[in-house]
């Protein structure tokens, strides 16, 4: 039975190398897959994703106004789904890959993160986590060796921001994977005048 899954993770707990190793099991068996990203995610350029360990693949762009079933219609569907980066699609594209799981069985894979650097649950992923059959953390760790669960964003000088849009992309420059503890004692500090 299709099922739509929400694999989440902190910056640098390599989603996106497991959703590119997922993609070549599949079509290692000979399925069809789709492999997706929101268009918001520029990184690589449009139509790649790519992986911080060098892993990459052409993706199809979906832009936030986009139907999602339309579109995997006129594709002639595929036996999987693969959505990287799933956090920036929209609540209503995250109903139409529950959709695509509950009335084509179509299983839809989704990789991305949970919160934004503010610990605020993105509009995807918070549809996600209501929708989802599997919900799975993709573990990472902290600088001090602690679970990573905040995707902390750091100003060029290497400071931690705590102010801002929710939607700033970036990669290892722009962001770390801390601990909740960490974070808020580097924000004290930062505070106060401690660096």
């Keep these: 039975m299709a099922k739509l899954y929400f694999k989440y993770g902190a910056m640098g707990s390599s989603k996106t190398a497991q959703a590119l190793i997922t993609k070549f099991n599949y079509e290692e068996r000979g399925m069809r897959v789709w492999l997706i990203k929101p ?39 595929a036996d999987v789904v693969i959505a990287d980066e799933a956090q920036f699609f929209t609540p209503e594209q995250i109903e139409a890959f529950r959709g695509i799981v509950d009335e084509l069985g179509v299983p839809v894979l989704c990789f991305g993160l949970r919160t934004d650097f503010l610990t605020h649950t993105f509009p995807g992923s918070k549809r996600l986590l209501e929708l989802a059959d599997s919900i799975t953390e993709i573990k990472t760790i902290c600088e001090c060796g602690s679970k990573a669960t905040v995707n902390a964003r750091l100003s060029p000088d290497g400071k931690i921001v705590t102010e801002g849009e929710q939607v700033f992309i970036g990669g290892n420059d722009s962001y770390m994977a801390m601990c909740h503890a960490c974070w808020k004692r580097k924000i004290k500090e930062q505070a106060n005048g401690i660096e």
Excluded: Q, T
Aim: no cysteine.
């Design 39 to 77: 268009s918001v995610d520029d990184r690589y350029g449009a139509g790649m994703i790519e992986s911080r360990v060098g892993l990459k693949a052409p993706a199809d762009n979906i832009a936030p106004s986009s139907d999602i079933r339309a579109l995997f219609a006129r594709r002639g569907g």
